[in-house]
């Protein structure tokens, strides 16, 4: 069982590349997102998605897109690249269950994706 | 959208000291508060989470409070060690429609424990 794996670990781009940043749970987990953690920042929601197949944006989406084909991974791209997204970029997987008449819910983060755009 | 603010973003403490951690929120519907504790290079981790339905919850030497018309909520470490030296986040969530949680993460506070 490795929970949140994330690849690749590193990468670096030149501006106006494009790449996508793999994310892959094995816990059957409903729930993916996708986080960026800047300096000073803490972490800010690009996309989630709550099932197969549906993807929604969250706090900073723009110059990225997802995808979400298949439930155990959520892919994210990055188009163009610009310098603006030189970040480490975090994934994290969730489902929901009900404890003690309550909805619970905990998100795994993976180890991670630094990614430098030159 | 919702805001957090967390304060401070650095504290030191001196080994066995408490140190406490305070985070507000904007968003009155907000029902879930949990916190993480990243190393430096790690993955965020959590360590205690509270829901709106109650006003403390204890895990060892980790307590957190929450204060729901105030709308603050706190982090507190007692008898603190060297290995709690890493950045603290917090967070605030509603539940959406479609089940899952969408956090808003404060800035995050680096936590230096002195030996």
């Known amino acids: 069982n490795a929970g949140v794996t994330q690849t690749p670990k590193f990468r670096v781009l030149k501006t106006g590349q494009s790449m996508t940043l793999l994310c892959a749970q094995d816990m059957n987990h409903e729930y993916m997102y996708w986080y960026r953690q800047d300096p000073g920042m803490g972490l800010r929601l690009i996309h989630y998605s709550v099932g197969e197949g549906t993807t929604a944006k969250g706090e900073v989406p723009d110059g990225y897109n997802v995808s979400r084909l298949k439930k155990q991974n959520f892919l994210l791209g990055l188009e163009s690249a610009a310098p603006s997204q030189t970040s480490v970029y975090f994934c994290?997987?969730?489902?929901?269950?009900?404890?003690?008449?309550?909805?619970?819910?905990?998100?795994?983060f993976g180890p991670g994706t630094r990614l430098l755009v030159l | 959208g919702e805001n957090v603010e967390q304060h401070p973003s650095t504290l030191s403490v001196q080994e066995g000291d408490s140190a406490v951690i305070k985070c507000t929120y904007s968003?009155?519907?907000?029902?879930?508060f949990p916190w993480y504790k990243q190393e430096l290079g790690k993955r965020p981790q959590l360590i205690i989470d509270?829901?709106?339905?109650?006003g403390e919850k204890k895990d060892q030497r980790i307590a957190v409070t929450l204060n729901k018309t105030a709308k603050h909520f706190s982090l507190h470490i007692t008898e603190t060690q060297p290995e709690d030296s890493a950045v603290y986040f917090c967070?605030?969530?509603?539940?959406?429609?479609?089940?899952?949680?969408?956090?808003?993460f404060g800035k995050g506070t680096k936590l230096s424990v002195i030996p």
């Open positions: 994290a997987s969730s489902y929901s269950y009900v404890l003690d008449s309550k909805h619970q819910e905990t998100q795994y």
């Open positions: 967070a605030a969530s509603i539940r959406s429609g479609a089940g899952s949680y969408q956090l808003t």
């Open positions: 509270i829901r709106s339905n109650v």
């Open positions: 968003d009155s519907a907000s029902n879930y």
